[in-house]
Nanobody
Framework: VQLQASGGGLVQAGGSLRLSCAAS????????MGWFRQAPGKEREFVAS?????SNTYYADSVKGRFTISRDSTVYLQMNSLKPEDTAVYYC????????????????????WGQGTEVTVSS
C-alpha cells in the first residue's frame, strides 16, 4: 500500500492542525495505521495507532489527551493544544494485520510509510 500524508504547516503554540493520510494500492487488506514523528536531531518516535476496525487506539503519553487518531478511508491525526516540542516531520505508516482490533507502537511492525509532512509549532 502507498501512503500520502498531508496537512502539516506552521501554527502557534496552543493551536490545532489536522493531518491526513491517504492510502492507495492494496487497500483491501487489513491494516493497522500509525503516526510517527521525527524532530530535528532526534530519533523517530511513535505518536498514535488505530486498529483496522477503528475501535482501538493507542497514544504516546506525550500526546495523550491532545491528539486524536481516527479513520474512514483516510487516516487522520487531529492535533490540539500544540506545543513547540510537537515540532517534527510526521509520518503515517501501515502494518498488515490479521486482527481487526490490533494496535502497535512498534515501528518495526509497520511495512509501508508515507513521505512525511512537516509540522512547526512556534512559541
Amino acid at each position: 500500500v502507498q501512503l500520502q500524508a498531508s496537512g502539516g504547516g506552521l501554527v502557534q503554540a496552543g493551536g490545532s492542525l489536522r493531518l491526513s493520510c491517504a492510502a492507495s494500492g492494496h487497500t483491501d487488506s487489513v491494516y493497522v495505521m500509525g503516526w510517527f514523528r521525527q524532530a530535528p536531531g532526534k530519533e523517530r518516535e511513535f505518536v498514535a495507532s488505530i486498529s483496522w476496525s477503528g475501535s482501538n487506539t493507542y497514544y504516546a503519553d506525550s500526546v495523550k489527551g491532545r491528539f486524536t487518531i481516527s479513520r474512514d478511508s483516510t487516516v487522520y491525526l487531529q492535533m490540539n493544544s500544540l506545543k513547540p516540542e510537537d515540532t517534527a516531520v510526521y509520518y503515517c505508516a501501515a502494518a498488515r494485520s490479521y486482527d481487526l482490533y490490533y494496535v502497535t507502537e512498534l515501528s518495526s511492525e509497520y511495512e509501508s510509510w508515507g513521505q512525511g509532512t512537516e509540522v512547526t509549532v512556534s512559541s
